[in-house]
């Protein structure tokens, strides 16, 4: 059992206390446990009662909860919770914007067991009338409610890639197919992803179907089935799955159909015929061909999305895209300076271990108190430790970076002569995320303005399926990055993703660098890389604009410029 597995139910205990009334310093003590040992890398499941007692923030109580969900998978204290909890009030536990303490009233106070209940009793007015709630937690828990609800059995595309791989490996096994391969959004390389979309070849349908319903980790839904569809789910968690069957000569042609967008497929792009009208007017032998007779370049699937790339295409100007081995550094990572799990050398050297040539370190700032950021003087000691990492790891070269926060009216929090002391400075907003778009706009325009900005970290702090992003006027946004040479962050971290792929492109036409940013708090979280490095590509990113494809000498020589500029106009 892994640690992630561990803390879930640490946490998920903690909450489920708070709701049936335990004493608070016990609670206390499960959250600052889950707090210390976030931070940790040991594996705790291999350790034992003695050895859990010695982790700091962990008791004798606690360490015997954490040995008992090692060993037997969970504690009998969570069971009892569980046992004695309506299980949707357990749900309710993961709707942003309201805690355990709140729950707890909804639910002794109105009686409401299920999401669907609170939905009721909040557009009936009557959640607002209970004490400490008022209209605006009301409209909170409503627009939470119906974000959950318009993304209930959703996939972050990092998740969805992992389980596609297994239903493709677990249908290979049936002798019927011939070929299966990923389509709809999950050959596009979308960023959430609805269901598991297969295209499945073989001679005989109704063999076809019945072997893959016969398999017990799939579930078929009959009603929704059709003659060349198999609808239903997969595994215990019911994850939706749509596979279409086709006849092996039809199999180029279906592909290509249902892996292209609406617009893609049906715009017009010669005398007035679609490429939707193309590939049914005769057979091809590869998607290539299809193009071809369109007299187009092949337009690779992550960019079917009917935006920049039919023009592109019929012109022979698709960009070579950014690929894995162009990057040359990873920026905007974060140790245990702040928030972190792992130290700065381990950070450094697992880095320079992966054969990147520098590491851009951001650990919190002040104003991030809750993430532990850092003071003026915790700045100089993290500096100092930087400097003597880098005269045991050369070549390989740590830069000075720091996460600072926007403050609400668009300042950086740190004074002129502290962001001079950095090597570069990444600017985001952690904090009263709760604007209009006006304020949302006006916030970030501002930092930007800031000479000391290098790159604006992700720009809408949206979570995907977690929470919507602060609305802001990204072609605003993006116009005034490239007026004060500002780099926008692709932030590559799968929940967020965050600048959106269906901007890059607009970015790249104004002639503003992105940098594809993993935002690791430790050191696994540098393979986020990759879906950072899709949503670029999707937007048409080529190396020549990727900021982190630079070298350490490129970089470090538009440091300095970016530097000396600000401090002249500082």
């Known amino acids: 059992m892994d640690n992630a597995t561990i803390l879930k139910q640490l946490k998920l205990q903690a909450s489920l206390m708070v709701l049936h009334d335990e ?172 269901r598991l979309e297969l295209l499945i070849s073989g001679e005989d349908f109704d063999d076809m179907e019945t072997a893959i319903s016969d398999l017990p980790e799939f579930t078929q839904d009959l009603k929704a089935s059709g003659p060349i569809t198999w609808r239903g789910t997969y595994m215990e968690n019911r994850i939706p799955c749509e596979f279409t069957f086709t006849d092996p000569s039809a199999f180029v042609k279906d592909l290509f ?25 005769k057979p091809y032998g ?23 790339e039919l023009e592109a295409a019929k012109k022979n100007e698709l960009p070579k895209l950014v690929e894995m081995g162009d990057l040359k550094g990873i920026l905007h990572n974060h140790s245990t300076y702040s928030d972190g799990k792992h130290s700065l050398d381990q950070m450094a050297t697992y880095c320079k271990e992966l054969g990147y040539e520098y590491l851009g370190i951001c650990d919190h700032s002040k104003s991030a108190f809750y993430a532990n950021g850092l003071n003026e003087d915790r700045i100089i000691a993290q500096h100092e430790e930087i400097d003597r990492l880098n005269e045991k790891l050369a070549p390989f070269k740590i830069l000075k970076g720091i996460e600072s926060d926007i403050l609400y009216d668009g300042q950086l929090d740190y004074e002129d002569d502290v962001l001079a002391s ?23 325009l501002t930092a930007i303005e800031n000479p ?12 995907l399926l977690r929470r919507e992003g602060y609305p802001i006027d990204h072609k605003a946004v993006i116009d005034h990055c490239a007026k004060h040479n500002v780099v926008i962050e692709i932030n590559a971290n799968p929940w967020r993703l965050d600048l959106d792929w269906r901007w890059a492109n607009y970015a790249l036409e104004q002639g503003v660098m992105l940098s594809i940013n993993p935002d690791a708090h430790q050191m696994s979280g540098y393979h986020h890389m990759k879906y950072g490095l899709l949503v670029g590509r999707k937007g048409g990113l080529t190396a020549e604009m990727t900021y982190n494809a630079l070298t350490l000498d490129e970089i470090s020589k538009h440091f300095k410029k970016k530097k000396a500029q600000a401090k002249t106009n500082a």
């Open 257 to 281: 159909l249902r892996s292209g967008s609406d617009l893609h497929l049906g715009t017009p792009i010669t005398d007035k015929q679609t490429l939707r009208d193309i590939v049914n007017a």
């Open 452 to 463: 000391y900005t290098t790159i604006l970290g992700h720009p809408t702090g949206r979570l």
């Open 422 to 444: 950095f090597d570069f400075i990444v600017a985001s907003v952690h904090s009263v995320l709760k604007m209009n778009k006006q304020k949302a706009t006006q916030r970030l």
């Open 286 to 308: 590869s998607e290539e061909e299809i193009y071809a007779a369109a007299g187009m370049e092949y337009i690779l699937p992550e960019l079917r999305e009917g935006t920049f």
């Open 23 to 194: 004493n608070s310093f016990k609670i206390r003590g499960y959250q600052n446990a889950v707090f210390h040992l976030d931070k940790i890398d040991v594996d705790l499941a291999s350790l034992g009662l003695q050895e859990l007692e010695k982790i700091e923030g962990v008791g004798k109580g606690i360490a015997a909860t954490i040995f008992q969900i090692s060993s037997t998978g969970i504690s009998e204290a969570l069971s009892e919770y569980l046992e004695a909890t309506p299980e949707g009030i357990v749900e309710l536990l993961d709707i942003k914007g309201i805690g355990p303490k709140k729950i707890k009233v909804l639910w002794k106070d109105l009686g409401i067991e299920s999401g669907h209940e609170l939905k009721e009793a909040a557009n009936a007015g009557l959640v607002a009338k209970l004490k400490g709630f008022g209209d605006k937690t009301q409209q909170v828990i409503i627009d939470a409610l119906e974000f959950k609800e318009a993304n209930a059995n959703k996939l972050h595309y990092a998740d969805a890639e992992a389980l596609i791989e297994e239903v493709i490996e677990k249908l290979k096994s049936i002798s019927d197919i011939e070929n299966v391969q990923a389509i709809g959004g999950l050959r596009r390389n979308l960023e959430i992803i609805d």
